[in-house]
Nanobody
Framework: QVQIVESGGGLVQPGGSLRLSCTVS????????MSWFRRAPGKERELVAS????????NYADSVKGRFTMSRDNAKNTVFLQMTSLKPEDTAVYYC???????????WGQGTQVTVSS
């Protein structure tokens, strides 16, 4: 069974850091492009970062470039999103997804809530 589980969210003050995890079961994520998305209240879903397969190039949205770092641990079948210098506008539910895979792009986890507030 294919499953995606995100974790690591929480409440953090502006300027703080969080590390999100996304663990996949049912397929080997190292063989697929993986992306982090976020959805803030009342806004459209936003692509935050992607690791492209093949090659491993990582792309970031302009809004997070220089503050967020995406990485992957193939042994754990997990991708991470290290978030630093967090801003209130980063508040959203964060999801990961194999968005370039016709087979798995419709598989979504429950997401993890990130709230940046003083």
């Amino acid at each position: 069974q294919v499953q995606i589980v995100e974790s690591g969210g929480g409440l953090v003050q502006p300027g703080g850091s969080l590390r999100l995890s996304c663990t996949v079961s049912g397929f080997t994520l190292s063989s697929y492009s993986m992306s982090w998305f976020r959805r803030a209240p009342g806004k459209e879903r936003e692509l935050v970062a992607s690791i492209v397969f093949p090659g491993g190039v990582i792309n970031y949205a302009d809004s997070v470039k220089g503050r967020f770092t995406m990485s992957r641990d193939n042994a754990k079948n997990t991708v991470f999103l290290q978030m630093t210098s967090l801003k209130p506008e980063d508040t959203a539910v964060y999801y990961c997804n194999a968005d370039r895979s016709a087979q798995y792009r419709d598989v979504w986890g429950q997401g993890t809530q990130v709230t940046v507030s003083s």
